[in-house]
C-alpha cells in the first residue's frame, strides 16, 4: 500500500459519518414536513427514541474516528 492510499479503517468510517449524517438530515426533513401536514404527535412520540438511537450513534462513530485517527497518523 502507497502513503496516499486511504485504509480501508478509513474509508469505513466516512462512509458510516455520511450516512449517520444524512440520516439526521432526512430525520429532520421529515419532523419538518409532519409539522406541516399536522402530524406532530407521531414525532413528540418517536423524539425520545429517535434522539437516544442518534446519541448512541453518534458516540460509537465519535470513538471509531477516534481510533481512526491516531491509527492514521501513527501509520
Do not use: D, H
Not at 444524512?22 to 414536513?33: D, M, N
Not at 399536522?38 to 471509531?64: M, S, Y
Amino acid at each position: 500500500m502507497t502513503k496516499n492510499q486511504y485504509s480501508r479503517l478509513f474509508k469505513l468510517t466516512a462512509k458510516l459519518l455520511k450516512y449517520f449524517l444524512l440520516a439526521i438530515f432526512t430525520f429532520v426533513i421529515a419532523c419538518i414536513l409532519s409539522m406541516g401536514f399536522g402530524a406532530l404527535n407521531i414525532f413528540a412520540v418517536l423524539l425520545p427514541f429517535a434522539g437516544n438511537w442518534f446519541c448512541k450513534l453518534g458516540i460509537l462513530l465519535l470513538c471509531l474516528m477516534t481510533t481512526t485517527i491516531i491509527l492514521e497518523s501513527l501509520r
